[in-house]
Nanobody
Framework: QVQLVESGGGLVQAGGSLRLSCAAS????????MGWFRQAPGKEREFVSA????????YYADSVKGRFTISRDNAKNTVYLQMNSLKPEDTAAYYC?????????????????WGQGTQVTVSS
């Protein structure tokens, strides 16, 4: 069983930055692709970013490309999401997820494990 715990959310003004972290409690963390998703009230969960197990491939939603950066530290069992130039439309609960498949997926249903989420609120 993989447990994921997100942290780093909060309230920030538009144009500001936040760094989300997701710590995994599993010794085989390095075999999982990791993704970040977000869900705003009344909306479906949407893909934000993903990274392969080796960190050699990264993927971003068009809405965050150039502003967000995903990374991982397999020695610390942690994946990060650096969010810069935040906009009010980035306001949502952010979730990290782990996927044991060899390919990197961008759809929520492909992921095996989920964290509880961390709230990000961007004020205008």
């Amino acid at each position: 069983q993989v447990q994921l715990v997100e942290s780093g959310g909060g309230l920030v003004q538009a144009g500001g930055s936040l760094r989300l972290s997701c710590a995994a409690s599993v010794p085989t963390f390095s075999i999982y692709s990791m993704g970040w998703f977000r869900q705003a009230p009344g909306k479906e969960r949407e893909f934000v970013s993903a990274i392969s197990w080796s960190a050699d491939s990264t993927y971003y939603a068009d809405s965050v490309k150039g502003r967000f950066t995903i990374s991982r530290d397999n020695a610390k069992n942690t994946v990060y999401l650096q969010m810069n130039s935040l906009k009010p439309e980035d306001t949502a609960a952010y979730y990290c997820a782990a996927d044991s498949a060899l390919v990197v997926h961008t759809t929520p249903r492909e992921y095996d494990y989920w964290g509880q989420g961390t709230q990000v609120t961007v004020s205008s």
